[in-house]
């Protein structure tokens, strides 16, 4: 059965660093893509950032650019979020996407950032 299971949110200051953690299990994230996104209460789910199958980067949201990183380690069947500098605006709630896993996808449950000023 697949899953995907976000760790790693909390409460920060503005400034301050996390890293999300996206643990799948079913299947290898080395062979698919896995998506970043985030969700404001009351607005749209975005993407932040896509690690493609072979490793490749293929997007991170601008308003992140320079401040968040995403990376796979494979061994541990897992996808990392780093969050640097973090703003008021990145508060959210943060999820996992594997876009090609599954008949219509596969998300995870997600994990709640929230930034104070």
């Known amino acids: 059965q697949v899953q995907l299971v976000e760790s790693g949110g909390g409460l920060v200051q503005t400034g301050d660093s996390l890293r999300l953690s996206c643990k799948a299990t079913?299947?290898?994230?080395?062979?698919?893509?896995v998506a970043w996104y985030r969700q404001i209460p009351g607005k749209q789910r975005e993407a932040v950032a896509i690690?493609?199958?072979?490793?490749?980067?293929?997007y991170y949201l601008d308003s992140v650019k320079g401040r968040f990183m995403v990376s796979r380690d494979s061994d541990v069947n897992t996808v990392y979020l780093q969050m640097d500098n973090l703003q008021p605006e990145d508060s959210a709630i943060y999820y996992c996407?594997?876009?090609?896993?599954?008949?219509?996808?596969?998300w995870g449950r997600g994990t709640q950032v929230t930034v104070s000023s």
């Open positions: 996407y594997a876009p090609r896993v599954g008949p219509e996808g596969s």
């Open positions: 079913g299947y290898l994230v080395r062979n698919f893509d």
């Open positions: 690690v493609e199958w072979s490793g490749r980067i293929t």
